[in-house]
C-alpha cells in the first residue's frame, strides 16, 4: 500500500490536482485549509487530512523553557488563538507544535505538558491533534525519547489522536526504530504520521521518483506508519518543491493504493475471488477450522466479485456461523452470507438461528438506528483479537450496522430507538470513541443501549430523548474502519455474563431492532417564520453577522406574511397552504434590496427531503434604479430536525437544521429554531454567526421596521 503523502504550501498550484486525485495517504497543509478540502473531495474521504498552522508562532513557543508550572497557563492562552484557526480549516487533525528539537529534558517535559493540556481541550471540543510534529532526529538520545514522549503518545493514542514527527535523509531509521518500539509495546494501533520528509533537508531538486518510491517500499513494513509527507508542494522560500516529480510518481500511486480493497482487479496475477477464497483459506487454517473447497462458500464468494470487499471472517465449526461481508458500503447484493456445517453433509446450508421462547424482553423493539435504508455488518458475538495477540478468543459485544450505499463521510444521523435518558455522551478514551449511552426500562429491567463510533454528538448527559431523535453524526472514529455504528444492549441481571465480551450484562440488540427506516413526518416550515404568540417573537441577537456587527433579529406577523426583521431592515415572505415565498428582501447592503419571484420552500416538508428551486431575482437601488435580474438555481435540504438542542448554551426546542447547494455542492448550512427564526449558519469558506443571547418578547422594544422602498 503507497504511503506517499503531501506537505503542501497553503493553497497549492501545478499537479496537486493530478496528486490529490490519486488518493495520497495523507495531505498536511501549511496555514490554508483549500488543499484539504480538496483531497477529501477528491480522494472520497480516504485521504487523512493534517491542518498545520506557523501564524500564530512558527515554532515551539519561545517561552517553552520557562519554569514548570505555567504550561497550563500558556494552553489557555494559546489554544484559542489555535483553535480559531482550526476552525476556518476543517481537517482531520491539527499540529500543536511545530518542530521543537533540543535535549534540555527540562525543556521537553514543559513541552509534553503544554501539548496535552492543548490536547485535552482540543479533545474536549470534538477536535483531533498530531502531537508534538519532532524535528528529525530529535532527541537523540533514544531513551529520552521512550522515557519522556511514548507516555504522551499512549494517552495520546487512546483519545483517537496521532503523533507526528519529521524524517529526513540522515535520520530516516529513526522512524523505523521509533514505528517498531510502539508495535513491540502494544501501541500499534495508533498513527506515526511523518509529518516531512525529505532529501537532504527536502529541497525538491533532490528528491527523485527512485528514491521516493524506495521509501514508500520501506514503510510498507510499517503498519502504524500512515505516511510520509514529501516536504513540500507548492512554490515556497524554501524553494522545496517537487511539482515536476508528481506526473511519474502518480502512476505508482495508483498501482499501490493506499487501501488494498480498493486495489484493481486483478491484485498481483489472481482474480478478485481467488483473491478472497485464499484469504478465507489462511484464516480457517489459522484458526484450525476443517475446510471443505467444495461447498458452496466458495460460490457465494465469486457473487460478490463485483463489488469493493472488506473481509470478514467468522469461525464455522459445531454450528457456530461463517460470514462473509460484501461491498464496502454494502451496495445492492446481500451484505452478509451466514452459513452452518451440518455434520455428515457435503454441502453449508443457510443458518438461520432459532429465537428463545421464553424471553422476558419478548415484545420490546429498538426503532431503526436510520432513516434510511441500512444493514448490519458484524453481528453479535462473532471472535474478535482486541488485544492484537493474534488469537481470536473476544466476542463481538454489540452490532455493527451501516446505511446502503453510502458516500465515505455520509453525513447521515443516528436515531434514537427508545424512549429514554442519555446517561453519558461523551469522547470515551477507549475505540468506542464519540458515544452516547441511554438507560430505559422494560418488564422490570434497566436497558442501556450504547451507541458508538459516531463523528460528533447531538445530545448531552442527563437529556430527556425519545425514539426517533437525533443522537449524532454516523463516522468511524476510534479506529481504521468503515462508517458504521456499533450498538450495544447491557441488560443487567439478564444478558451475558461471558468474560470473553469487554462489556458486561449484553444481550444480542439485532434481535430486538426493527429493520425498517424510520419515517420522517412531514414538518410545517411556516413554525420556523411565524412567532409563537401573536404578532411578535423572542429577540435573537446573531454574533457579528455577515461580519456586519451584532444583529438583532426578531420574528413578526402580519397575516400570512413573515417579517424576519433585523434590526431596522427586514426580509419579507409569504406563506401560502403549499409553499413559502421570499419576495423582498431590504437587509442586502451596499444600498440596494432585491425582489424574488418563485417558491423559496414548500410549507410542509420532510427532514431527509431536498427542494429544487428556480428564482428569478431583480436587484435594485433604493433610489428605485433596476441594476440586475438573474435567474438561478439552488437545492435546499431540510437536512434533519431535532426536538431540542443545545446551540452556543441556549437549550431550543423544534430546531431544524437546512443545507443549501449550489452546482451540487453545499455552500452554508442554517439552522432554524419554531418561533425564532434562524439562531446559527455556517458558511464553505468559513464565516459563521450564532445566537449570544435571547431576549423574552416584551422585556425590550420591538424591532421598527424601516419602510418599504420603492412601493414595493
Request: hydrophobic residues 35%; charged residues 20%.
Amino acid at each position: 500500500m503507497s504511503k506517499i503523502s503531501g506537505h503542501v504550501s497553503g493553497h497549492p498550484r501545478g499537479h496537486y490536482g493530478m496528486f490529490g486525485e490519486a488518493n495520497p495517504a495523507i495531505v498536511l497543509s501549511l496555514n490554508d485549509g483549500g488543499a484539504l478540502r480538496e483531497a477529501k473531495l477528491w480522494s472520497g474521504g480516504h485521504t487523512l487530512t493534517i491542518f498545520r498552522d506557523t501564524s500564530i508562532y512558527k515554532e515551539a513557543p519561545g517561552d517553552i523553557n520557562t519554569p514548570p508550572g505555567t504550561y497550563k497557563q500558556m494552553a489557555e492562552y494559546w489554544y484559542p488563538q489555535l483553535k480559531a484557526k482550526w476552525v476556518l480549516n476543517p481537517a482531520d487533525h491539527y499540529t500543536i507544535t511545530n518542530e521543537q528539537g533540543g535535549q534540555d529534558i527540562q525543556s521537553i517535559r514543559n513541552l509534553v505538558a503544554y501539548e496535552k493540556e492543548v490536547m485535552r481541550l482540543a479533545n474536549q471540543d470534538g477536535l483531533s491533534v498530531g502531537i508534538l510534529n519532532l524535528a528529525g532526529g530529535t532527541p537523540e538520545n533514544l531513551q529520552v525519547w521512550k522515557d519522556e514522549f511514548v507516555p504522551f503518545i499512549e494517552e495520546a493514542f487512546e483519545g483517537g489522536n496521532i503523533y507526528g514527527r519529521h524524517a529526513y535523509e540522515g535520520n530516516w531509521d529513526r522512524v523505523y526504530v521509533e514505528a517498531q518500539y510502539l508495535r513491540d509495546n502494544g501501541l500499534g494501533y495508533g498513527g506515526l504520521a511523518v509529518t516531512e520528509w525529505g532529501f537532504d533537508g527536502g529541497y525538491g531538486q533532490i528528491h527523485t521518483v527512485d528514491g521516493i518510491t524506495q521509501q514508500d517500499e520501506e514503510y510498507w513494513a510499517h503498519s502504524n506508519i500512515i505516511g510520509f509527507c514529501i516536504w513540500e508542494l507548492g512554490t515556497t522560500e524554501f524553494n522545496a518543491n517537487w511539482d515536476h516529480l508528481i506526473p511519474q510518481i502518480v502512476p505508482w500511486m495508483e498501482a499501490h493504493p493506499t487501501d488494498k480493497w480498493q486495489a484493481g482487479i486483478p491484485i498481483g496475477n489472481k482474480s478478485r475471488s481467488e483473491f478472497l477464497w485464499d484469504e478465507s483459506v489462511k484464516e480457517q487454517i489459522g484458526r484450525g477450522i476443517p475446510l471443505n473447497p467444495a461447498a458452496g462458500l466458495q460460490q457465494e464468494i465469486a457473487r460478490v466479485d463485483k463489488n469493493v470487499v472488506h473481509r470478514e471472517i467468522t469461525p464455522v465449526y459445531n454450528g457456530e456461523g461463517y460470514t462473509i461481508q460484501a461491498g464496502e458500503h454494502l451496495q445492492g447484493l446481500s451484505p452478509r452470507e451466514v452459513f452452518v456445517y451440518q455434520p455428515g453433509q457435503p454441502i453449508w446450508s443457510f443458518f438461520e438461528p432459532t429465537p428463545t421462547p421464553t424471553d422476558p424482553l419478548d415484545g420490546f423493539q429498538i426503532g431503526a438506528p436510520f432513516r434510511v435504508p441500512f444493514v448490519q455488518t458484524s453481528s453479535y458475538g462473532v471472535p474478535r483479537d482486541y488485544d492484537g495477540d493474534g488469537v481470536y478468543d473476544d466476542l463481538h459485544e454489540g452490532s455493527d450496522n451501516d446505511i446502503i450505499g453510502g458516500a465515505a463521510d455520509s453525513k447521515e444521523s443516528v436515531i434514537c430507538g427508545v424512549d429514554g435518558t442519555v446517561v453519558s455522551a461523551k469522547l470515551s478514551s477507549s475505540a468506542y470513541a464519540w458515544r452516547v449511552i441511554i438507560q430505559t426500562q422494560y418488564n422490570g429491567y434497566d436497558i442501556f443501549l450504547w451507541y458508538a463510533h459516531m463523528d460528533k454528538l447531538y445530545v448531552v448527559t442527563g437529556q430527556q430523548v425519545r425514539k426517533g431523535d437525533y443522537l449524532g453524526e454516523l463516522g468511524d472514529t476510534g479506529g481504521p474502519w468503515n462508517e458504521h455504528v456499533h450498538i450495544n444492549m447491557q441488560v443487567p441481571g439478564l444478558g451475558s455474563s461471558d468474560p470473553r465480551f469487554v462489556i458486561p450484562d449484553t444481550v444480542d440488540p439485532h434481535e430486538y431492532m426493527s429493520l425498517q427506516p424510520v419515517a420522517s413526518p412531514k414538518q410545517d416550515l411556516a413554525a420556523y417564520l411565524f412567532p409563537k404568540v401573536g404578532n411578535y417573537g423572542d429577540i435573537v441577537i446573531l454574533a457579528n453577522n455577515w461580519g456586519q456587527g451584532d444583529e438583532r433579529q426578531q420574528l413578526q406577523r402580519d397575516g400570512n406574511v413573515s417579517y424576519v426583521t433585523k434590526n431596522q431592515l427586514w426580509e419579507k415572505r409569504l406563506i401560502t397552504p403549499s409553499f413559502i415565498s421570499l419576495v423582498l428582501d431590504i437587509s442586502r447592503g451596499g444600498g440596494e434590496f432585491y425582489t424574488v419571484q418563485g417558491n423559496w420552500l414548500p410549507k410542509m416538508m420532510a427532514p431527509g427531503e431536498t427542494f429544487s428551486r428556480v428564482e428569478i431575482v431583480s436587484v435594485y437601488t433604493f433610489d428605485c434604479n433596476l441594476v440586475q435580474t438573474y435567474t438561478w438555481a439552488s437545492d435546499i435540504i431540510f437536512a434533519e430536525q431535532f426536538n431540542s438542542k443545545v446551540i452556543n448554551g441556549h437549550n431550543l426546542s423544534n430546531v431544524g437544521r437546512f443545507l443549501w447547494k449550489l452546482n451540487g455542492a453545499v455552500e452554508e448550512e442554517y439552522w432554524y429554531v419554531e418561533g425564532l427564526g434562524l439562531v446559527q449558519w455556517l458558511a464553505k469558506d468559513g464565516r459563521k454567526s450564532h445566537i449570544t443571547e435571547l431576549i423574552p418578547v416584551g422585556s425590550q422594544e420591538n424591532n421598527q421596521r424601516q419602510g418599504a422602498p420603492c412601493g414595493f
